[in-house]
């Protein structure tokens, strides 16, 4: 294995993106010493157990001293304060960068907090499951995934230098690195992200609580098409607070357009215009496909959740087939 | 084995569904000879390929001949003209029955179309993907899932034994079945399947289209969660053009109750309300957690599709944890 990228490794908050960061870390070798802080008492003493880290405590400080790269993983607006914490005991020369979804509010929060004398350079993994803690980390997560690193508008040498440096970084985890604007950023990510979790969390929260239609109902026919939805809307309701309430112009800009379409849509079908709703309907098969040829999606039907190869042992997935 | 359920079976429409009812019931002996008819003559072609039927004609009154079971298969504003078509060839005695999202409308257009002397018993499996055509259907689609029969208002002894047999028939294709008011099964398809299905496909179709962020720009960050969506939005536009324009009315007023939500968390959005956001985003996660524990969705983390084992020949599932 070849040398480290960063010889020490601070990862601040540990749910499921720190610790996958650093389950990813320790398995590519991209660095050989971590340090965990997270606020939460019973989240450290998962992070013991699961003996992934040589330091855990809650003080951020302690955790960030002679780190070379330190990773903040709080949740979007927890960012601030955290770097707060962190500052007095940041190594010069240090790589400060996050997880956050939320990119310009991050940016405005963690500069703001630290020294001059470190490299920030804000980030974001385009990747993660429905689960949250430590123990819902993994070292494959970012495999084939997109981190979109939003650099600060500086072209000095030193922090071209750094960004270089945790381009390598995110490579060695498996994941491909985009460099962006943070405002582009907030915008694309509105699509591809906060839009659809704000639109799951609506429609499992109206399914749950309709006159006509019992809870039962609901559960026992989802699989018509609402157990998708809510998939995301099991997700962290602290994060996902954060990531509306600090992204609120493109979330509310990007929700706008939803509203004339599905306005649009619903006029459609009041009036029965099927030439209309058909049209709509077969330009979004091409949008699946492009999205499995771009590798970020399984061709499988269903997602392969109910077609899985039922394996028994001493079966081989060639002998056996799906 | 034991004896068929019923000996001959006519599928009217050879598609995902019709094709899966087929293998499914072949395999579990539910019947012994198979006609097919389909309108689309690439259909019947890969019909005859795939030798699961045979009988496979373009004529719904010749694949109906001495049937004693009628499944129609076909997009749900075409049940009537092929119920009109197979109506004079339909055996006395013999169960109708079909497979449509919508059943109010199509237990109308049947029973218009139809003799008396057959019993029609609407019917709506509850299970699919986002795939279409002969070559999606499986043999395991309907295990575990339900399916929804709508019986008419009927208590003559011969009509209660042809219902029942019919439950008999799902039974063994592997599914449960519940009894239900056509009226309330389209409200409550409503609910889990067809507003479902409008949402994605207008998410999906306004990200497609945007003025600001590109489709490459959705496509490669897609697993955001934007990615779910696609896939109920790859669904069959023809289908799905005829569930919303003959359930107009409980989509309609199930779209409503959506769209007030909606403007609900767009307001707390705009005003900052942290609190109102938390506590909608907390109650959604329990209704996940019942539909897996009713056995209507996968427990792994991303539908499982990002996290699946690696299987190298020669390992079994016992050798390798995931």
Redesign the interface.
Known sequence: MSSPVYPKMAVIGCGLIGASVILAARASGAVTHVAVADASPAARERVTALGFADLVTADPAEAVKDADLVVFAVPVMAMGEAARAAAPALKTGATVTDVG?VKAAVAEALIEALPKSCFVIPGHP??????SGPD?G?A??FQN??V?LTPQARDDEPYLDAVQRLRDFWTALGAQV?LMDDK?HD???A??????????????????D?E??T?G???????????????????D??M???V??SN?DA??E??G???E??QA??RA??W?E?DK??E????????????IA?G???P?????????PV?E??????TKAQ
Request: glycine letters at 8%; aromatic letters at 10%; hydrophobic letters at 40%.
């Open positions: 979804s385009i990747a993660g499951t429905e689960q819902a993994f494959e997560l995934r997109w979109i985009e582009h915008l694309v990510l699509v591809t992200s906060h839009l659809p979790h704000l639109i799951a969390y609506t429609i499992v929260g109206a399914a749950a309709l006509g239609v809870r109902e609901v559960m026992k026919y989802s699989a018509g098409g609402f157990r998708d939805f809510t998939r995301i809307a099991a997700s309701p602290t996902w607070r954060d509306f309430l609120k979330v509310l990007i929700l357009r939803f509203t379409d599905l849509m619903s079908i009041r029965g099927g709703l058909y709509h309907f077969s330009r979004t098969r091409e949008i699946r496909r492009g999205i771009a970020q999606e399984s499988e039907p269903n997602f392969g959740r109910d077609h899985r394996l042992a001493g079966d081989t997935p060639d």
